[in-house]
């Protein structure tokens, strides 16, 4: 295939890192989604009882806040730890961009490789996922820090049933 003048292939590995990209902000999309969710009830929560005198006026600010956080935190362990592990190597966002998680073996992670994935996604995150995606475009096997620690890969999902 001849490339017209003025235009040039994106590089695979360029490529995969924009697909890792898109799936870690819909991943968190998802968190934060349902984070704000809590945290709105929350907030309506707190309001009658901040009105019955239950309640002191700080409630109201740090009620849906510490909720925020606390149902996004757990909602990101479940999307990158639990789902995955349960769902042959797949979060929500990978399932969207064809993607899936699997050891250096080929085979499939076990739930040791998932939390060292997570918990090294807060060094993967500096400077707003930069960190990352250098990793990814410069290693060999495109693997950002969280691979490299679990021994695992991302590549992309073949035809595969889930169930």
């Known amino acids: 295939m001849t490339i017209p003048a003025g235009r040039r292939e994106v590089p695979e590995r360029l490529r995969m890192a924009g697909r890792r990209v898109v799936q870690a902000v819909l991943d968190q999309a998802l968190a934060a989604g349902l984070g704000a969710f809590a945290a709105l009830a ?13 309640v002191p006026p700080k409630a109201l600010l740090w009620g849906p806040a510490i909720t925020f956080f606390a149902v996004n935190y757990a909602c990101d362990a479940l999307i990158h730890i639990w789902i995955p592990l349960r769902r042959g190597g797949v979060t929500p966002g990978m399932l969207v961009m064809g993607l899936r998680v699997e050891t250096l073996r080929g085979g499939p992670p076990q739930a040791r ?13 500096l400077l707003f996922g930069l960190v990352a995606v250098v990793s990814i475009v410069l290693s060999r096997r495109r693997q950002r820090i969280g691979d490299l620690v679990a021994r695992t890969l991302v590549v992309r999902a073949g035809p595969r049933t889930f169930g």
């Open 42 to 54: 929350a907030g309506l929560v707190v309001i009658p009882l901040l009105q019955w005198g239950w």
């Open 113 to 125: 490789a998932y939390v060292f994935r997570w918990l090294l996604m807060t060094v993967d995150g």
